[in-house]
């Protein structure tokens, strides 16, 4: 256990085991696979404070995993809870306007170079669906390039080559999917992620039929090669097509103003999610004012208009949550500080692998990263495949062991984690790499 703090009431040990197993059966008998699709079943979670989270075991967890991102600051941080309890004594939906999806959008403007206006969802899926769905409307052409290895959520369009088992032939898209219509394999391209050179050629092929350009500016874990952003700007922008960054997983992450002012290359859309709905469920897509003008029957008329109507849009308990949580984070020092953790982090973990002499890259940003066994650098989709995966599953498991929660390929770094955090956290590392190492 990491601190021998409890969270909640504490409980009989034997009892908490009992209620956990428990709830693995029901799971299993009511939920397809025991789980809601996201994590293994055996991980049951009860809460969470900072940057810890408790099982319903009674187990102790330094927490990388963050609710899959959106916890950046914390678990339960007070303002984000003070803000939220305030709200739902309020009402909690309301479908029309309300003051802080408003308040929400305006500061997403002002903070992200390429929001001029906003458009709210509920889901990260839901707003990369709509945002290739913009590009389509607003150049009048259907294809959408997106790369081998990146993640845009849930949909038709985006389940194509997101983790292919085996390589294709690129530009043709691999379903990830059952259940996806075969005609829409011929409305995506599919490019290797930091490959200029095949971007630009596809893009002047296909440029008369070609909507937008989609990527995580971060796939994954893997930065962007210098140039790779500037030069897929310069050829959308040469050939007339959308360039959307995915930055459900880099807004208000890498910066504040997302990865697009962390790596100073504008695109002229994004989607945003996780951090700006607090730990609710709330998205957005946003971009130049022209092109949001679509979603606006008035101001690009019936053969233009996108139709867009969601229940939860906008929904006020979740911008609430979203704008104390963007508070926190515009305070002097906060990125400093994130990325200060997550610098200690990424480099003892690289230390501690080369004494082992593990073949191992850590790759990343300081906010977000994981190791990939493999003594080749990883530059793309392909590079992460020939890590040796079963190494890794290993050394998450020894790590949950240890007190570690973490996702299957991502260390998530919360503002939230202390020095203590850390020190646990290289010290199962430490021991976790002898294991694996001595068999
Ligand atoms: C880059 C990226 N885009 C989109 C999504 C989808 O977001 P959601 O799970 O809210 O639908 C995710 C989810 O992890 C993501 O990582």
């Known amino acids: 256990m990491p601190s021998g703090e409890k969270g909640g009431d504490a409980m009989d040990p034997a009892s908490e085991i009992e209620v956990e197993r428990g709830l693995i059966e029901k799971a299993k008998r009511v939920l397809p696979g025991g789980t809601f699709g996201n994590f293994p079943s055996e991980v049951v979670i009860r809460e969470g404070r900072g940057g810890r989270v408790w099982d319903e075991g009674g187990r102790e967890y330094v927490d990388f995993l963050l609710g899959s991102g959106p916890m950046l600051i914390g678990h339960a941080h007070p303002e984000v809870t003070a803000a939220v309890q305030e709200r739902i004594a309020q009402g909690t939906t309301f479908f029309a306007n309300n003051r802080w999806g408003i308040e929400l959008a305006a500061a997403i403007v002002e903070a992200v170079p390429c929001a001029e206006q906003v458009r709210f969802v509920s889901t990260g899926s839901e707003a990369d669906l709509y945002a290739m769905r913009a590009a389509r409307a607003f150049r009048r052409r259907d294809k959408i ?178 704008l104390a949580t963007l508070d926190i984070l515009r305070r002097p020092g906060a990125y400093e500080r994130l990325f200060a953790t997550g610098r200690e982090l990424m480099g003892a973990l690289a230390e501690l692998l080369k004494r082992k002499g593990l073949a191992a890259q850590v790759v990343g940003e300081p906010p977000l990263f994981d190791v990939v066994f493999t003594s080749e650098p990883v530059r793309d989709y392909r590079g992460t495949l020939r890590g040796d995966g079963d190494m890794l599953r290993r050394f998450n498991a020894l790590l949950r062991e240890r007190g570690i929660l973490k996702g299957e390929s991502k260390y998530y770094v919360s503002l939230a984690h202390t020095p203590d955090d850390i020190r646990h956290t290289i010290e199962a590392w430490a021991s976790a790499i002898e294991v694996l190492v001595g068999g």
Request: aromatic share 8%.
């Open 145 to 322: 390039l997106k790369f081998e290895g990146g993640f845009h959520g849930m949909s038709d369009y985006s389940l194509m080559s997101l983790a292919p088992k085996r390589p294709g032939n690129f530009p043709q898209p691999i379903p990830d999917s059952a259940g996806i219509p075969r005609s829409l394999r011929d409305e995506i391209l599919v490019a290797p992620f930091n490959d200029l050179e095949v971007v630009a050629s596809l893009v002047r092929e296909h440029k008369d039929e070609l909507a937008g350009v989609i990527l995580e500016p971060f796939q994954r874990i893997i930065p962007p090669a210098p140039g790779f952003l500037e030069g897929l700007r310069k050829i959308t922008a040469d050939h007339g097509v959308l360039l959307i960054f995915d930055e459900v997983v880099t807004g208000f992450r890498f910066a504040y103003g997302g990865a697009q002012e962390y790596y100073g290359v504008v695109p002229d859309l994004c989607t945003l999610g996780k951090v700006i709905g607090g730990g609710f469920p709330l998205a957005a897509i946003a971009g130049r004012a022209d092109i949001m003008a679509h979603f606006d029957r008035n101001a690009v008329g019936d053969e233009g208009f996108l139709t867009q109507i969601g229940t939860l849009s906008g929904n006020p308990v979740a911008a609430s949550a979203g």
